[in-house]
């Protein structure tokens, strides 16, 4: 079966630190790629996507993400956190024979402190 | 925001009653999905919809039903509730393009005691 892959379940960093959240999938073919955010007592909102070219995608509030297909990757960064960045962060992964349906990582919560 | 609203936000309700939750978009989206969030299990599919009256099952579907009669509508109906079904429940939509993201309404906070 189809499966996404957090390796990181909660994370604690302090203010200004680098931050990379690892997320693996299963799937061989062509992928499309997500990273969603959810901030406490909130729904999930995208935070960003890849479905082509440029492997390396930029999204909202300064963070970033790398594609790498050899290694089933799509590693989450942002070189500077800040202590509203705390919240839980998704990574989801759609292939064509899914029918709309995206597979979810289970989550990592990530903690800023000031 | 997506145009997604869920009622209610909130329902405490006891064990082995009927409970219904609404999902409304105004997107005019073919595809709805209804989600359940719980600690440690991350979002796991109840149900889905890719058009009016044309639904399928997800991973945790059982204790769950769903209709769907208008574009716009995507019911979610716990049909005798149980103290397992204590969740937040999530109504998400599937854009139009070529990406397939989905985007999520606000939740609905269910206790069942």
């Known amino acids: 079966a189809q499966s996404v892959s957090q390796h990181n379940h909660h994370v604690i960093l302090s203010e200004a630190a680098s931050l990379e959240l690892g997320c693996n999938y299963s799937y061989g073919g062509t992928v499309n790629l997500f990273w969603y955010v959810q901030y406490p007592g909130q729904h999930l909102q995208l935070l960003l996507k890849y479905f082509s070219g440029d492997p390396l995608v930029k999204g909202i509030k300064g963070f970033e993400a790398e594609f790498i297909k050899s290694k089933f990757s799509f590693n989450l960064r942002k070189p500077s956190v800040q202590w509203s960045d705390t919240a839980e962060y998704f990574c989801?992964?759609?292939?064509?024979?899914?029918?709309?349906?995206?597979?979810w990582g289970l989550g990592t919560s990530l903690a800023v402190n000031p | 925001d997506a145009g997604i609203t869920q009622s209610p936000r909130h329902k405490v309700t006891e064990t082995g009653t009927p409970v219904t939750l609404r999902c409304h978009q105004t997107?005019?989206?073919?595809?709805m999905y209804w989600y359940r969030q719980d600690p440690g299990h991350g979002l796991r599919l109840i149900h889905y919809?890719?058009?009016?009256?044309?639904?399928d099952k997800g991973e945790v579907s059982d204790g769950y039903s769903v209709s769907r009669s208008k574009t716009e509508d995507f019911l979610l109906t716990l049909e005798s509730a149980t103290s397992s079904q204590t969740s937040v429940y999530f109504c998400a939509i599937n854009d139009r393009g070529p990406t397939y993201e989905q985007y999520f309404g606000p939740g609905t906070r269910l206790t069942v005691t």
């Open positions: 919809s890719y058009g009016v009256k044309d639904t």
């Open positions: 989801a992964v759609y292939n064509a024979g899914n029918n709309r349906k995206l597979i």
């Open positions: 997107e005019n989206h073919r595809y």
